[in-house]
């Protein structure tokens, strides 16, 4: 009895080693069909390359293959997150992307932790906010005077942080609203970008915030070449421990020009 006992706790043990977590988002191209089963092969190279760099360095961009089968792709984990975290966030990512996408050469997959892509075309460079999925905290702010104006302040202070040269696109601050309340943001370009092209992508992500953000407590905007998120509770590292999380219904709308 004890034997099998055992046995089932391994069992359990091995299929929770084996699973990988849900995405926050993923994006199959359906108007990009795979061709040629080099493509698939190649793919799956250009993965193994990915996972490995990013685990190393935070970001990795990278092609494989030869002239129309070539694939190209880059990685890249939130600025803030540990290289343990950022290293389950993309072997993830590179499991469930071609569990999603199987037929798709352009395929794209987001955590909160981390972002994925690769494509036949090149897209390095380019901002691209053709698909974006937005999560909200339903609850809305209630006895905050200029909420807006604060989060506006604070979005464009961390935004010209992640611009600037060595910050490798990321920027995030947090802001005191009220003896009990602090406003928590932060944005991330991917570290393909020059400078002015992750400002684009960024006022592009805060254009939005009137339409599936306004005065909500919480908010989140994905794009393929940026990320932004405020809160009213600590969630970049290294975490500020005053705060703690409160539970919250949250929603999400897609939008895809794509
Ligand atoms: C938040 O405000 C919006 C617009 O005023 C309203 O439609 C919505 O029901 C509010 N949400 C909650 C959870 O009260
Ligand atoms: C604040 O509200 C104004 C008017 O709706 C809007 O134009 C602006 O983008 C908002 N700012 C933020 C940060 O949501």
Same mark, same amino acid.
């Given at each position: 009895m004890a034997q099998i006992y055992h046995f089932f706790i391994l069992f359990l043990l091995s299929i929770s080693i084996a699973e990988s977590a849900d995405p926050t988002g993923e994006f199959c191209?359906? $108007?990009?069909?795979?061709?040629?089963p080099q493509i698939s092969s190649n793919i799956k190279s250009l993965l193994s390359i990915l996972v490995s760099g990013t685990t190393k360095n935070g970001f990795t961009i990278s092609s494989y293959g030869q002239a129309e089968d070539q694939v190209f792709g880059l990685a890249q984990c939130r600025? !803030?997150?540990s290289q343990e975290d950022c290293s389950i966030c993309i072997q993830d990512a590179a499991k469930e992307i071609t569990k999603r =996408?199987? %037929?798709?050469a352009d395929a794209r997959i987001w955590y909160d932790y981390c972002f994925l892509r690769y494509n036949t075309n090149k897209f390095l460079g380019q901002v691209d906010t053709s698909y974006g999925i937005f999560y909200w905290n339903v609850n809305n702010v209630t006895g905050v005077e200029d909420f807006n104006k604060s989060l506006g302040n604070l979005v464009d202070e961390v935004s010209s942080q992640a611009v600037k %040269?060595? %910050?490798?696109?990321l920027g995030k601050g947090k802001k005191k609203l009220s003896d009990f309340l602090t406003l928590y943001a932060l944005v991330q370009c991917t570290r393909d970008l020059e400078p002015l092209s992750c400002a684009q992508c960024l006022a592009i992500a805060v254009g939005n915030f009137p339409t599936y =953000? !306004? %005065?909500?407590?919480g908010c989140r905007v994905f794009y393929s070449s940026c990320s932004l998120r405020y809160e009213l509770y600590p969630f970049y590292f290294?975490? !500020? $421990?005053q705060n703690t999380k409160q539970d919250a219904q949250v929603k999400y709308h897609i939008v895809s020009k794509a």
């Open positions: 191209n359906k $108007a990009t069909k795979i061709k040629r600025g !803030d997150v =996408c199987t %037929n798709e %040269n060595g %910050n490798k696109g =953000c !306004d %005065n909500k407590q290294p975490l !500020d $421990a």
